[in-house]
């Protein structure tokens, strides 16, 4: 009985005395904010969080952000629910300043992921930690990839044409779809044979509808390749082909991503003109951003940009074990 006085100041203190951070690690929110819900790739990214969340301890608040107001919205959402910071794929890289001033109003950290923000300049806002891919050389792996197989199927350069799907808004497609030229360029695509096709979005209708009026206002070609910033905009190029009347061993489409989207087009009976997709692990991208994300939080140790991700080339031959080794 004598011992209880003694013994409860004391547990009392000690409870104290550990409570700021045992209470910091237990409460810590997150968010993840995607341009795209919808699309495999973001949802393997917030999967990839979610799960790395279970195992350490901490909840991520899976959002959507397809526009500005949307992620501003999402923003306040994560405030209220006492959030100390997200990851973001923004609709629009411009968007950089306006996000940041205010998670900045309520004092939270901001890692973005896959698209980097810009300031008013266009340059990329460098304060603001970043992980993203390799663009230019995952391009180039894409114009390797459709030479290579131009090659194999022994087309003449002068017959085929390229549906190129830009998005220059978007830094990171510019680089990948510039890596592509390049490498085709280099293996002796003729450059006359490149046709834009500007898509608004980055999605598989945008770049159908980009890439319609292309195909029929350029009948003259036996074959066709068609490259994008990602397997999505592809696939909306090989539907439009497939519109247009060209069938499997006509066209050379060659994606980025290595996602769902993919999986599924690999596993129809037939093949189709989609030939392959670099992969890249989304896995990784949603893991290690929202570790590097708690870390600041809870360590209070600033990430460092990585903008170095490298993919590997998938195909209807070898998509399975890709995708098992990239862990997707
Ligand atoms: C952009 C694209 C996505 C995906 C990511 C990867 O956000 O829109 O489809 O390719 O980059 O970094």
Redesign the pocket.
Known sequence: MSRFPVLAPLTFGVCLALSPLTQAQDDVKLGFIV??PE?A?FINEQDAATRLGEEKGFEVVRLAGEDGQEVLSAIDNLNSQGAQGFVI?PPDVRLGPTIMRRAEQYGMKVVT???RFVNAEGEPMESVPHL??SGYKIGEQVGNAIADEMEARGWDPEEVAALRITNYE?P??KKRTDGATEALLERGFQEDNILDAPQQN?DTSSAFSAASPVFSKNGDYEHWVIYA??E?SVLGGVRASEQYGLTADDVIGVG??GSGAAFAEFSREKPTGFHGTVA?S?TM?GRETAENLYTWVTEGEKPKANTETTGTLMTRDNWEAVRDELGL
């Open positions: 341009k795209k699309q790739w794929c992921v896959d698209d993203g891919m978007l990171t497609a980055t910033l990602n999505e980025i991503n890249v989304s991208h």
